[in-house]
């Protein structure tokens, strides 16, 4: 069973506002990963985790904060968003460690609108 | 610069044509991983395939299959008959050692919307 589930599926929210995405696999993978995917764009890196602990962040606005609870779960909070930060956000997942070469597997994503 | 090219922006097609997707690679490692992507207009990536630069074997799985060839650096991807539901935009993808704090990413190709039409 390869699937990586996100709620919700659509947000709207407003500058002002806090919400936050999350996602989850039960594949018992221990590297998880959020994507910022503009249309008609290739999906783009935000955060890496692995093992629960924050590797990798591609120099992302503090008002997405990520956070990790367990294994299993990956969380994006956000706060005092731009309308340029509208956009779908992408949940993966990868088997070990997050290194070269893992597969990723991909949640169906939330369409985020920023009024 | 730009990892991963695919030139062609968008491919129409009729039912049952074959339709190829080109991919063309730059990396300077001996080791890297190529993917293929498929993601419809539902928004999810759907994972078709990963190779490994040391196999060189071409892949066929049902309609689609796909030809690596490090001589040129290119893991192109076709889908023979096509069918309505192959409209969808696909991305190539490469993951290469480079720095330590780059493993595991990805480097997108800006991706290929193909349309089947009936």
């Known amino acids: 069973d390869t699937e990586v589930t996100q709620t919700p599926k659509h947000l709207v929210m407003g500058m002002t506002n806090k919400k936050s995405l999350k996602c989850e696999q039960h594949?018992?993978?221990?590297?998880m990963y959020w994507y910022k995917q503009k249309a008609k764009k290739p999906p783009e890196l935000m955060f890496v985790?692995?093992?629960?602990?924050?590797?990798i962040n591609e120099s992302v606005p503090s008002r997405f904060s990520p956070e990790c609870p367990n294994s299993s779960l990956l969380n994006l909070h956000l706060h005092a968003l731009q309308p340029e930060d509208s956009a779908l956000y992408l949940c993966?997942?990868?088997?070990?460690?997050?290194?070269?070469?893992?597969?990723?597997?991909f949640g169906p994503g939330t369409r985020l609108l920023v009024l | 610069a730009q990892k991963v090219t695919q030139a062609q922006t968008e491919i129409s097609v009729v039912e049952k044509e074959d339709v190829t997707l080109d991919c063309v690679y730059e990396?300077?490692?001996?080791?890297?991983?190529l993917f293929w992507y498929k993601q419809p207009p539902s928004g999810e990536l759907v994972f078709l395939i990963r190779?490994?630069?040391?196999?060189?074997q071409n892949e066929i799985s049902g309609r689609y299959s796909w030809n690596f060839q490090k001589s040129t650096s290119s893991f192109n991807f076709t889908i023979t008959a096509s069918q309505v539901v192959d409209s969808a935009v696909y991305f190539c993808?490469?993951?290469?050692?480079?720095?330590?704090?780059?493993?595991?990413?990805?480097?997108f190709g800006a991706g290929t919307q193909v349309v089947v039409t009936p």
């Open positions: 993966a997942s990868s088997q070990a460690e997050g290194q070269m070469g893992e597969t990723q597997y």
């Open positions: 594949m018992g993978h221990r590297a």
């Open positions: 985790y692995s093992y629960e602990k924050l590797s």
């Open positions: 990396t300077r490692d001996t080791t890297y991983y």
């Open positions: 190779r490994n630069s040391f196999d060189e």
């Open positions: 993808a490469l993951s290469e050692e480079g720095a330590t704090d780059s493993w595991g990413k990805f480097q």
